[in-house]
Nanobody, 120 residues
Framework: VQLQAFGGGLVQAGGSLRLSCAASGRIFSLYAMGWFRRAPGEERVFVAA????????DYADSLKGRFTISRDNAKNTAYLQMNSLKPEDTAVYYC??????????????WGQGTQVTVSS
C-alpha cells in the first residue's frame, strides 16, 4: 500500500489549502481514511477521518468548522480542505489508511507527510 500526500505549502493566516492523498495497492473504497498532523516538537495527533463510503466523518474538536475531510473513491484519493488557517495549524500533515471501513478505526499504512506552514 502506498499513500502520497501533497498540496501543502506556505499560506498566510486566514488562507486555505486543500491536501490530497492518493492511495494505491489496496481497494481504496473498502477502507476508512484519516488525516493526522505533527507540529514541531509535538506528538502526531488526529485531525479528521472519513469512513469508506464517505457517509461518516470525524474531526478533532478544535478543528470542527474549519477543516473538511472528503474522498473520491473513483480517484482513490482523500482530501482535507483547510480554511481559516492559523499559525498553530503549522505542521506536517499525514494521511493514513484504516484497517477497516468504519469509524473509529486504527491505521496501518501512512503517507510520507506534507508540510503546511501558516504565517502570521
Amino acid at each position: 500500500v502506498q499513500l502520497q500526500a501533497f498540496g501543502g505549502g506556505l499560506v498566510q493566516a486566514g488562507g486555505s489549502l486543500r491536501l490530497s492523498c492518493a492511495a494505491s495497492g489496496r481497494i481504496f473504497s473498502l477502507y476508512a481514511m484519516g488525516w493526522f498532523r505533527r507540529a514541531p516538537g509535538e506528538e502526531r495527533v488526529f485531525v479528521a477521518a472519513i469512513s469508506a463510503s464517505g457517509r461518516n466523518t470525524d474531526y478533532a474538536d478544535s478543528l470542527k468548522g474549519r477543516f473538511t475531510i472528503s474522498r473520491d473513491n473513483a480517484k482513490n484519493t482523500a482530501y482535507l480542505q483547510m480554511n481559516s488557517l492559523k499559525p498553530e495549524d503549522t505542521a506536517v500533515y499525514y494521511c493514513a489508511t484504516a484497517r477497516g471501513p468504519v469509524l473509529p478505526s486504527t491505521y496501518d499504512y501512512w503517507g510520507q507527510g506534507t508540510q503546511v506552514t501558516v504565517s502570521s
